[in-house]
Nanobody
Framework: QVQLVESGGGEVQAGGSLRLSCAASGSIFSTDAMDWYLQAPGKQRELVARIYNSGRTTYADSVRGRFTISSDNAKKTVYLQMNRLTTEDSGVYYC???????????????WGQGTQVTVSS
């Protein structure tokens, strides 16, 4: 089984920064993509940033230029550097990995348990 553990959430004032981490444990043959999602209070979970195995990244319009996603494949870890935070960035952040457990297996998705980010004005 693959487990994802997030860390780095907390409370910060608007304009501040946080760095989230998500580390995977378990057997992974390859990773197709690693994502960060935000679930704000009363809203659906939305994709914030994605990094593909190729290194290509995509961002939601609301965070482009402020957030940076990166990964350390050797450590099976994905990061989200969040700068110039606003109250609209508050919520629970979840990481998601899309992985192959072995060479001939299909891709599966795994989610972390979420980490709370609160940005105060």
């Amino acid at each position: 089984q693959v487990q994802l553990v997030e860390s780095g959430g907390g409370e910060v004032q608007a304009g501040g920064s946080l760095r989230l981490s998500c580390a995977a444990s378990g057997s992974i043959f390859s990773t197709d993509a690693m994502d960060w999602y935000l679930q704000a209070p009363g809203k659906q979970r939305e994709l914030v940033a994605r990094i593909y195995n190729s290194g290509r990244t995509t961002y939601a319009d609301s965070v482009r230029g402020r957030f940076t996603i990166s990964s350390d494949n050797a450590k099976k870890t994905v990061y989200l550097q969040m700068n110039r935070l606003t109250t609209e960035d508050s919520g629970v952040y979840y990481c998601r990995f899309r992985v192959q457990r072995s060479r001939n297996s299909y891709y599966q998705e795994y989610w972390g348990q979420g980490t709370q980010v609160t940005v105060s004005s």
